[in-house]
């Protein structure tokens, strides 16, 4: 088969990583890709925003199989412009149409959903320019902290946790009235704040059946003890400790199946991965969040320790096949921890170079923002590369990666020293 995946990050490089370990692939080619994909495959100067560019390299390379890594090209309808083409359409996609992204794509539209399914979730209403005062009335009735989300895609900034009521209904009206993040602002969903520990779970679906792949857990704070801004994830764990059977059991019967039939039931086609951000409050599980593809640093956990050939899944729902095919998970844990540039997720340069060392013989690269230029690896985002590891459990996984980590260099680099670390106090 001829592959293209679609994006340039960590996820990406971990999405060709794992492609091109099956023996079903002939051709790989990222897009844009990165320094490390580069080794994986054929990296491709297009944007995964510009849909004509890539049909007319997809016709030209005869490519079978396009995986879409980040949401913006799902969201903005990339599956449908292929759909509509007869001379695109045999070209399978994986990811939804834009009517299944839109779980991603609008907050309100995803909480309307898990309403109207019985879905567990955290009570919410929804307000726009035309009722911001009934949205602070609202937040008068609500206990503190106040959860504020932003309806479309932010770019991961649309959500504000406030404890000051005064802030929290200052917040709404910029948002609202101030357009504080744009268009993705113009409706904010009100939500009450559920203390718990969070999770990550995903499926890969056809529409029909589904497979549960790993489930990891994520660390979004720059600082140690999750502390300071939030960033697009700083290292993940998997597998998690409490996301035992009976946990999962729960998961897969309140929430998967009826997403699943839900979608079916609205009469929307959903092909591609579904990523649950859940949360788990006294002993039951919650959706904080829906998204239309894998999560980012959790692919660079979650596809190590999948033993299945990811590409003959993608066959599975290329051909309507999924539920014939296997699923098997490695036993073993897996940690990553992402290396970051100095200031992120403020400022920071870029161009920087890289030096690898040695690696421990269980730690894999995944590259999140490198270029290569002139023979060198350089910085080019503020994330730069994952660095995952095998393990007996977590604690001897995230050792492992930092191990690898003490031979990697750039200038002013940065990266948490306690991934991992809360859910290994617990286990003890």
């Given at each position: 088969?001829?592959?293209?995946?679609l994006g340039?990050?960590?996820?990406?490089?971990?999405?060709?990583?794992k492609?091109?370990?099956?023996s079903l692939?002939?051709?790989?080619?990222?897009?844009?890709g990165?320094?490390?994909?580069s080794?994986?495959g054929?990296?491709?100067?297009?944007?995964?925003?510009?849909?004509?560019?890539?049909?007319d390299?997809?016709?030209?390379n005869k490519?079978e199989?396009?995986?879409?890594?980040?949401?913006?090209?799902?969201v903005n309808?990339?599956?449908d412009?292929?759909?509509?083409?007869?001379?695109?359409?045999?070209?399978?996609i994986?990811?939804?149409?834009k009517?299944?992204?839109?779980?991603?794509g609008?907050k309100?539209?995803s909480?309307?959903?898990?309403l109207?399914?019985?879905?567990p979730?955290a009570?919410?209403?929804?307000?726009?320019?035309?009722t911001?005062k009934?949205?602070?009335l609202?937040?008068?009735t609500?206990?503190?902290?106040?959860?504020l989300k932003?309806d479309?895609?932010?770019g991961?900034?649309?959500?504000?946790?406030?404890?000051?009521?005064?802030?929290?209904?200052?917040?709404?009206?910029?948002?609202l009235?101030?357009?504080k993040?744009?268009d993705?602002?113009?409706k904010v969903?009100?939500?009450?704040?559920?203390?718990?520990?969070?999770v990550?779970?995903?499926?890969?679906?056809?529409?029909?059946?589904?497979?549960?792949?790993?489930?990891?857990?994520?660390?979004?704070?720059?600082g140690?003890?999750d502390?300071?801004?939030?960033?697009?994830?700083?290292?993940?764990?998997?597998?998690?400790?409490?996301?035992?059977?009976?946990f999962?059991d729960?998961?897969?019967?309140?929430?998967?199946?009826?997403?699943v039939?839900?979608?079916?039931?609205?009469?929307i086609?959903?092909?591609?991965?579904?990523?649950?951000?859940?949360?788990?409050?006294?002993g039951?599980?919650y959706?904080?969040?829906?998204?239309?593809?894998?999560g980012?640093?959790?692919?660079?956990v979650i596809?190590?320790r999948?033993?299945s050939?990811?590409?003959?899944?993608?066959?599975?729902?290329a051909?309507?096949t999924?539920?014939?095919?296997?699923?098997?998970?490695?036993?073993?844990?897996?940690g990553t921890?992402?290396?970051?540039?100095?200031g992120y997720?403020?400022?920071?340069?870029?161009g920087?170079?890289?030096?690898?060392?040695?690696?421990h013989e269980?730690?894999?690269?995944?590259?999140?923002?490198?270029k290569?230029?002139n023979?060198?690896?350089?910085?080019a985002?503020?994330?730069?590369i994952s660095?995952t590891?095998?393990?007996?459990?977590?604690e001897?996984?995230?050792?492992?990666?930092?191990?690898?980590?003490?031979?990697?260099?750039?200038?002013?680099?940065?990266?948490r020293?306690?991934?991992?670390k809360d859910v290994?106090?617990k286990?003890?």
């Amino acid at each position: 088969m001829i592959v293209l995946v679609l994006g340039s990050g960590g996820r990406e490089h971990a999405l060709a990583w794992k492609i091109s370990q099956s023996s079903l692939l002939n051709k790989l080619y990222i897009a844009p890709g990165n320094a490390g994909t580069s080794e994986l495959g054929e990296n491709v100067a297009i944007n995964p925003e510009h849909f004509d560019k890539v049909a007319d390299f997809a016709i030209k390379n005869k490519v079978e199989i396009i995986v879409v890594g980040p949401e913006g090209p799902l969201v903005n309808g990339i599956h449908d412009y292929f759909a509509k083409d007869p001379g695109l359409s045999s070209i399978t996609i994986i990811g939804p149409k834009k009517e299944g992204a839109i779980l991603e794509g609008s907050k309100d539209f995803s909480k309307k959903f898990m309403l109207k399914n019985n879905i567990p979730t955290a009570k919410y209403k929804s307000f726009d320019s035309a009722t911001i005062k009934e949205g602070e009335l609202y937040l008068d009735t609500m206990k503190p902290p106040f959860v504020l989300k932003a309806d479309g895609l932010a770019g991961g900034k649309g959500v504000l946790i406030l404890n000051d009521l005064k802030e929290a209904k200052t917040e709404l009206r910029q948002m609202l009235s101030k357009k504080k993040f744009g268009d993705a602002s113009n409706k904010v969903v009100v939500e009450e704040f559920l203390d718990g520990v969070e999770v990550s779970v995903f499926i890969i679906t056809d529409g029909m059946s589904y497979k549960i792949l790993p489930e990891a857990k994520d660390y979004k704070r720059i600082g140690e003890g999750d502390t300071g801004l939030n960033t697009g994830g700083m290292g993940a764990i998997s597998p998690v400790p409490f996301a035992n059977r009976e946990f999962m059991d729960k998961v897969e019967n309140q929430i998967i199946i009826p997403t699943v039939k839900g979608l079916r039931k609205e009469n929307i086609e959903y092909s591609g991965f579904i990523f649950f951000g859940l949360i788990l409050v006294k002993g039951d599980p919650y959706v904080i969040e829906y998204n239309c593809r894998l999560g980012d640093p959790e692919t660079e956990v979650i596809l190590p320790r999948l033993k299945s050939d990811l590409l003959d899944l993608f066959d599975g729902i290329a051909t309507d096949t999924l539920s014939e095919r296997d699923v098997e998970i490695d036993p073993k844990s897996a940690g990553t921890v992402m290396l970051v540039s100095g200031g992120y997720p403020e400022k920071y340069k870029t161009g920087e170079k890289i030096q690898i060392g040695d690696l421990h013989e269980r730690s894999v690269l995944f590259h999140a923002g490198t270029k290569q230029e002139n023979g060198e690896i350089l910085t080019a985002g503020g994330r730069v590369i994952s660095v995952t590891s095998f393990g007996k459990d977590i604690e001897s996984s995230v050792k492992n990666s930092y191990t690898t980590i003490s031979n990697i260099h750039f200038n002013k680099m940065n990266y948490r020293k306690d991934i991992g670390k809360d859910v290994i106090k617990k286990v003890k």
